[in-house]
């Protein structure tokens, strides 16, 4: 793995070279004037697309943001380029109510409406285009997908809130859905970039047409960063004297995706694509306090090496009547190697490998206009993912192994067969929408769930919606939790009300939601041993918050702002989750330079009131509070032809040192990301 990471360096240095060189060659474009109508802006949205902006993730109809029944974000490429965003975690971080926090392996779990807790990361589904892609042993996919490349994707849609009704016990907290690269436009898109920081990233865009009725999309992209060599605080849990450590954080990414879709002769609508995704870390942060103290003290840190693959396939026909039907199958495996010191616990390094592969196939109708003033969405769908290994590997100091310990999972498979109607009527000229349906899901290990889904939406004029939503979503226990407890454990359950309002006007768009979640039966580590632990559900747990959102484009000048205020608790155990901000506050402000073809945008992020992370039970009971979040970036966008563009980057420009609360509650947080600077190129042809 050092040898990666030392060729990840010196790919990074000559990206940097390469750039800054480029920007010398180019820069008497920088500074000349070109007529606004002779370069497009790729930056950011007009006032038309932001306020025409549809999803597909509630639904699986295009809708517009008015029109669905979730709380829903859409996150473009124009959003996360002009932030300067480098992984996918940094693209969902500047939603309200959610947090990205680090986590061992080198990735990011996101937390979402105040459960900042490690619990919370097996309740959010991720999707690939569309396919679920959480394990089974850990019920995640963020804590083995460290980074989705964004020079593969063409957008990302995020549910806030259940999504069971849709897409099963996965989407319990959540649902992340990448969509890949497609164009319907022959294109080649080439992109560099390199940082102060060590960061480096490449990547490659490619569409072309094969025949008249079918396309190739391909897209593969790097990115990758050296040695940060960030420094942490801790308590040795013997002398109780306060050392010092450090982690170098370095990762390497690697994503690429190919596509095939088009048209028979017989009109039937047809897509193959594959994906692979690989994630290898070194030195991010380790196991915390999760077992009551700081027992790594000066080497808490962790590694990981995962690899993810998939292929999936789809034919689509029109049956007439307004009635789409699509028959689609898909293939997924992944292998996870991780690497974690466990200090005072017992040998040198700890070692957790697993294997899963999952396939599946469904079948799916939907019919977008009929007399009954119903679109409606109908699906069947059969599912099997298998655990091929589960080992623990405790590694002595000189290498030798201590022994491997197999988890009684190992070998085990689990078969879902389910079945879920979505509808959506309308009354009163459209001005009345009744949105209700559910899902039934039958496992092979634990019996039938259902996941019901109502919802109200009035439209008191065309560009306005007062929305009630309810939802209610279940998670089974996932198959480390299974081999690693004693007792019979029963699915979580979590109920959701919330009421939205939304209002569009010529110059700007507001949403404002009130959301109370009743999370049951959450299953916790309760009783922790050296290897596996022991799991039990515990009481209620409540998340109650406000959430605003506003944005407003005028001629030169555009602002994008949004603020959660949130408080949660565990009513049983009796404590309140401090690792979750009860505040967080993003704002992007953009100007526009038209005689200069650029833009600059500023984006800032406050994170306030938390504490380095949240109680664990029988294990941290308290935790101290850590300063507020703030950072500042600043991104400087230019086209300088219908080719070339260019992005200068600040990270951080106020060189603040932040912390992150810890989802493994360690001493202090987790320090953040300090002052960068890169420079990206990009060519289109």
Same mark, same amino acid.
């Given at each position: 793995m050092k040898n990666i990471f030392v060729w990840c360096q010196k790919v990074t240095s000559l990206t940097a070279r390469f750039l800054v060189v480029s920007a010398l060659i180019f820069f008497n474009p920088l500074c000349s004037s070109q007529p606004e109508k002779d370069i497009a802006?790729?930056?950011?949205?007009?006032?038309?697309?932001?306020?025409?902006?549809?999803?597909? $993730?509630?639904?699986?109809? /295009?809708?517009?943001?008015?029109?669905?029944?979730?709380?829903?974000?859409? $996150?473009?490429?124009?959003?996360?380029?002009?932030?300067?965003?480098?992984?996918?975690?940094?693209?969902?971080?500047?939603? /309200?109510?959610?947090?990205?926090? /680090? $986590?061992?392996?080198?990735?990011?779990?996101?937390?979402?409406?105040?459960?900042?807790?490690?619990?919370?990361?097996?309740?959010?589904?991720?999707?690939?285009? *569309?396919?679920?892609?959480?394990?089974?042993?850990?019920?995640?996919?963020?804590?083995?997908?460290g980074n989705w490349n964004l020079g593969t994707l063409d957008r990302i849609e995020m549910i806030r809130g259940p999504g069971s009704a849709i897409y099963g016990a996965a989407a319990f907290h959540g649902v992340v859905s990448y969509h890949t690269f497609e164009s319907q436009q022959d294109?080649?898109?080439?992109?560099?970039?390199? +940082?102060?920081?060590?960061?480096?990233?490449?990547?490659?865009?490619?569409?072309?047409?094969?025949?008249?009725?079918?396309?190739?999309?391909?897209?593969?992209?790097?990115?990758?960063?050296?040695?940060?060599?960030?420094?942490?605080?801790?308590?040795?849990?013997?002398?109780?004297?306060?050392?010092?450590?450090?982690?170098?954080?370095?990762?390497?990414?690697?994503?690429?995706?190919i596509k095939v879709q088009g048209?028979?002769?017989?009109?039937?609508?047809?897509?193959?694509?594959?994906?692979?995704?690989?994630?290898?870390?070194?030195?991010?942060?380790?196991?915390?306090?999760?077992?009551?103290?700081?027992?790594?003290?000066?080497?808490?840190?962790?590694?990981?090496?995962?690899?993810?693959?998939?292929?999936?396939?789809?034919?689509?026909?029109?049956?007439?009547?307004?009635? +789409?039907?699509?028959?689609?199958?898909?293939?997924?495996?992944?292998?996870?190697?991780?690497?974690?010191? /466990?200090?005072?616990?017992?040998?040198?390094?700890? $070692?957790?490998?697993?294997?899963?592969?999952?396939? *599946?196939?469904?079948?799916? %109708?939907?019919?977008?206009?009929?007399?009954?003033?119903?679109?409606?969405? +109908?699906?069947?769908?059969?599912?099997?993912?298998?655990?091929?290994?589960?080992?623990?590997?405790?590694?002595?100091?000189?290498?030798?192994?201590?022994?491997? %310990?197999?988890?009684?999972?190992?070998?085990?498979a689990r078969t879902t067969k389910s079945v879920a109607l979505q509808a959506d009527t309308a009354f009163y000229n459209d001005a009345l929408h009744l949105v209700y349906g559910g899902r039934l899901d039958s496992y092979s290990d634990f019996g039938d769930q259902q996941s019901p889904r109502v919802g109200i939406i009035y439209h008191p004029d065309k560009k306005s919606a007062v929305k009630v939503l309810y939802g209610e979503a279940f998670r089974p226990p996932n198959f480390l939790e299974l081999a690693s407890t004693t007792t019979d454990l029963q699915p979580e359950l979590i109920t959701t009300y919330e009421l939205v309002y939304m209002k569009q006007f010529t110059h700007w768009k507001t949403e404002w939601v009130l959301f109370d979640s009743r999370w049951h039966d959450r299953i916790v580590l309760n009783d922790f041993s050296v290897a596996t632990g022991d799991f039990a559900n515990i009481g209620v747990n409540q998340s109650r918050g406000l959430e605003v959102l506003f944005n407003w484009v005028g001629d030169t000048w555009s602002s994008a702002f949004n603020l959660s205020y949130v408080k949660s608790e565990d009513l049983e155990a009796n404590f309140v989750y401090q690792g979750f901000p009860k505040l967080i506050f993003n704002w992007d402000l953009t100007h526009q330079l038209p005689q200069f073809n650029a833009e600059i945008t500023m984006s800032n992020q406050v994170l306030h009131d938390m504490h380095e992370g949240s109680i664990i039970v029988n294990a941290v009971e308290n935790t101290q509070k850590i300063k507020d979040y703030w950072r500042t970036d600043v991104t400087f966008s230019q086209n300088w032809s219908d080719q070339w563009q260019m992005r200068f980057s600040i990270r951080n420009a106020l060189d603040r040192r932040n912390y992150l609360p810890s989802i493994v509650s360690s001493e202090n947080g987790v320090l953040a990301e300090g002052l960068s600077i890169s420079l990206a190129l990009d060519y289109k042809m």
């Open positions: 802006y790729l930056f950011s949205l007009t006032l038309e697309e932001l306020l025409e902006v549809e999803v597909t $993730i509630a639904s699986l109809f /295009p809708e517009s943001e008015l029109e669905v029944a979730s709380t829903v974000t859409l $996150i473009t490429p124009n959003d996360w380029r002009s932030r300067g965003d480098r992984r996918s975690s940094d693209a969902l971080s500047h939603q /309200p109510s959610v947090l990205a926090l /680090p $986590i061992y392996g080198g990735g990011h779990v996101f937390s979402t409406r105040g459960y900042a807790h490690l619990s919370q990361s097996r309740g959010i589904a991720t999707l690939i285009d *569309g396919v679920a892609v959480n394990d089974v042993f850990f019920g995640s996919a963020q804590l083995r997908m294109i080649t898109w080439l992109h560099a970039q390199g +940082a102060s920081n060590a960061y480096g990233e490449s990547s490659l865009r490619y569409s072309v047409g094969l025949t008249d009725n079918s396309r190739l999309n391909l897209a593969v992209s790097t990115s990758g960063q050296g040695a940060q060599d960030n420094k942490y605080g801790f308590t040795d849990p013997v002398s109780g004297v306060e050392g010092q450590g450090q982690r170098n954080n370095e990762y390497l990414s690697q994503t690429a995706v048209k028979t002769h017989a009109g039937y609508g047809y897509r193959v694509g594959f994906y692979h995704d690989q994630f290898d870390a070194q030195q991010a942060v380790g196991l915390g306090r999760i077992y009551g103290a700081s027992q790594a003290k000066a080497q808490d840190d962790s590694g990981g090496d995962t690899t993810f693959d998939m292929v999936s396939g789809a034919i689509t026909n029109d049956l007439g009547a307004h009635i +789409a039907a699509e028959l689609s199958a898909y293939y997924w495996q992944d292998y996870v190697w991780g690497e974690t010191n /466990p200090g005072n616990l017992g040998g040198d390094r700890w $070692i957790l490998v697993t294997k899963d592969h999952n396939s *599946g196939v469904k079948l799916s %109708f939907k019919q977008s206009k009929n007399d009954w003033q119903t679109k409606w969405v +109908a699906q069947l769908q059969l599912d099997r993912i298998k655990l091929d290994e589960a080992e623990f590997d405790t590694l002595l100091s000189d290498g030798s192994s201590a022994g491997v %310990f197999a988890y009684s999972t190992q070998g085990r």
